[in-house]
């Protein structure tokens, strides 16, 4: 069964520096999001993504933030200068077409702001 | 925007009960209600859903039930064993918007 899949699964960086986290979406869907959770806390919406730009985004989401498609299978989300409430999990999920099909997650990135 | 509460936060049964766990949604154009179970470090796994033009929605020893009248739906887990230990969320959404989740239930099933 096809699966979202992420990488790096764990990323530790300093205080200030950017990471660029990556999600490998299902081969046949066309919607891509990304959600934050921090440890022991609920899924947070940060953006959604669809026809090759941004179609919502959270307060979450500010100018720190920023996702791309750089080519047919990879979507990565960008953080410039990182803060230590960065750290949290990220997931990428994707949906076929058709808004109201079901999200699948990936494994997540834990990032470690230290 | 949609929130979405979510009870109880914690939930203790033996081997062989029966489990409910409760979500209310703000939002009335909500469409569509899916369950999440999550296990320690790993991601949410979708274990089941219903949309707005169900009331009901049934799969083995897990159910759901919505009631759109009252904003609210529930997640049945019948027979509970101790492998249906984990943390589960409920979310909401409105066609074409994102998932926005509950704050989850930490289910613990003793034998």
């Known amino acids: 069964e096809p699966e979202v899949t992420q990488t790096p699964s764990h990323q530790v960086t300093q205080m200030g520096q950017e990471v660029i986290l990556r999600c490998v979406p299902i081969?046949?869907?066309?919607?891509f999001y990304w959600y934050r959770q921090i440890l022991g806390q609920k899924v947070e919406f940060l953006v959604s993504?669809?026809?090759?730009?941004?179609?919502?985004k959270s307060e979450i989401f500010d100018d720190q933030f920023s996702v791309e498609r750089p080519d047919g299978s990879n979507f990565t989300l960008k953080i410039r200068s990182t803060k230590l409430e960065d750290s949290a999990m990220y997931f990428c999920?994707?949906?076929?077409?058709?808004?109201?099909?079901?999200?699948?997650f990936g494994p997540g990135t834990r990032l470690t702001v230290t | 925007g949609e929130n979405v509460e979510q009870h109880p936060s914690t939930l203790s049964v033996q081997e062989g009960d029966s489990a409910v766990i409760k979500c209310t949604y703000s939002?009335?154009?909500?469409?569509?209600f899916p369950w999440y179970k999550q296990e320690l470090g790993k991601r949410p796994q979708l274990i089941i859903d219903?949309?707005?033009?169900?009331g009901e929605k049934k799969d083995q020893r897990i159910a759901v039930t919505l009631n759109k009248t009252a904003k609210h739906f529930s997640l049945h887990i019948t027979e509970t064993q101790p492998e249906d230990s984990a943390v589960y969320f409920c979310?909401?959404?409105?066609?074409?918007?994102?998932?926005?989740f509950g704050k989850g239930t930490t289910l613990s099933v003793s034998s």
């Open positions: 939002d009335s154009a909500s469409n569509y």
């Open positions: 979310a909401a959404r409105r066609a074409g918007t994102a998932l926005i």
């Open positions: 993504f669809y026809n090759n730009e941004i179609s919502e």
């Open positions: 219903i949309r707005s033009n169900v």
């Open positions: 081969s046949n869907h066309l919607y």
């Open positions: 999920a994707s949906s076929g077409q058709g808004r109201s099909y079901e999200q699948y």
